[in-house]
């Protein structure tokens, strides 16, 4: 069986500002699209299982820029719904709310179609991918790309290990990285994370 590779999308004007980023579709800054462009070279000449991207567009431009050829869109890989709190900063937030958390306290709700999500709800969304990964994985040999969003990959990185999706908290994931989840022993394991092109190995 392949692994699962995850790439998080390139920097966008709302990373370097702090703001949550769900659905307000951003496009890369030239410092993203360079982000992107660098992770090129670990995927030429290589064919995959399965690539998959979040609909919003600074996903399925990274997806294009990295030359990952043929991606379909996921709408589950799309980012966790902030609800009332897109485009808001957490030093915002804490002044209103001091000592919010998101893994623990969720979102209010936003305008309509954004009613915001749960990590629970986050995770069932997670958890749906990984089905469909794994059938990937099954069917056709090589690995799976995912193309999405931090805090989504994180939530699915803790589900994919067995753990609940509030231990995403613990997977820090920057712009323009890739990681690895492979297995040891028939057991999922981290096997590279958080790097940035200029050093990451894909297999």
Not at 30 to 44: C, I, M, V
Not at 87 to 94: F, K, L
Not at 126 to 146: K, M, T, Y
Request: charged fraction near 20%; aromatic fraction near 6%.
């Amino acid at each position: 069986m392949g692994d699962l590779i995850l790439v998080r999308h390139g920097e966008t004007e709302w990373t370097l500002t702090g703001q949550h980023t769900s659905w307000t579709d951003l496009p890369l800054t030239g410092h993203g699209e360079e982000q992107a462009k660098s992770l090129a070279p670990f995927f030429a000449g290589r064919s995959f299982a399965q690539v998959l991207t979040s609909p919003l567009g600074r996903a399925v431009r990274t997806a294009e820029l990295a030359g990952l050829t043929g991606p379909r869109i996921d709408p589950d890989l799309h980012e966790w719904d902030y609800g009332g709190y897109e485009g808001v900063t957490t030093r915002a937030i804490h002044r209103a709310r001091p000592g919010w958390v998101l893994w623990d306290d969720g979102v209010p709700p936003g305008p309509d179609g954004h009613p915001g999500e749960s990590p629970r709800e986050v995770g069932v969304r997670a958890d749906r991918v990984l089905s469909r990964v794994d059938a990937a994985l099954c069917d056709h040999p090589g690995d799976v790309v995912l193309v999405a969003h931090a805090h989504f990959l994180r939530v699915l990185t803790a589900r994919r290990l067995g753990l609940p999706p509030e231990s995403g908290r613990l997977f820090q994931l920057s712009t323009g990285t890739v990681s690895r989840l492979s297995t040891e022993h028939g057991d999922p394991v981290i096997a590279a994370w958080n790097q940035p092109g200029t050093s990451v190995t894909v297999r």
